[in-house]
């Protein structure tokens, strides 16, 4: 089964005047995840994982009365702001809530799991 796994961050970090200078503990943690990655990679329980580009530079595409609108950048000043996601396919999503508990313990900011709607998202 696959998860969609979604990875927040606190907005004002993105903001921040050290935003593209990453501390010393957050490279340290980065490296953790990555040897982390590598073992879900030797598992084959990892597809993919990408990080996100700024709010800012988002685009929404809404339907509306007059038509179907593209709008630049967020709606609403945010908390918190999804920052990247991973795809993964494991057995279970007991498998999923470990596999993101010990990305969670690595990386310290919050995760979402979401069922991926396929062929097996029944069983």
Partial sequence: MKFLL?????ADSWDGETADVPSEE???AFAAYQEFEKELRETGEFVTSEGLGHPVVTTTVRKTAAGVVATDGPFAELK??????AVIDCV???????????????????????PIMGDDFAS
């Fill in 26 to 28: 957050a490279l340290a």
């Fill in 6 to 10: 979604l990875s927040y961050t606190p």
């Fill in 92 to 114: 279970s999503l007991e498998r999923a809530t470990d596999i993101v508990t010990r990305m969670v313990g690595v990386l310290g900011e919050p995760m979402e799991i979401r």
């Fill in 80 to 85: 918190e702001v999804l920052a990247s996601f």
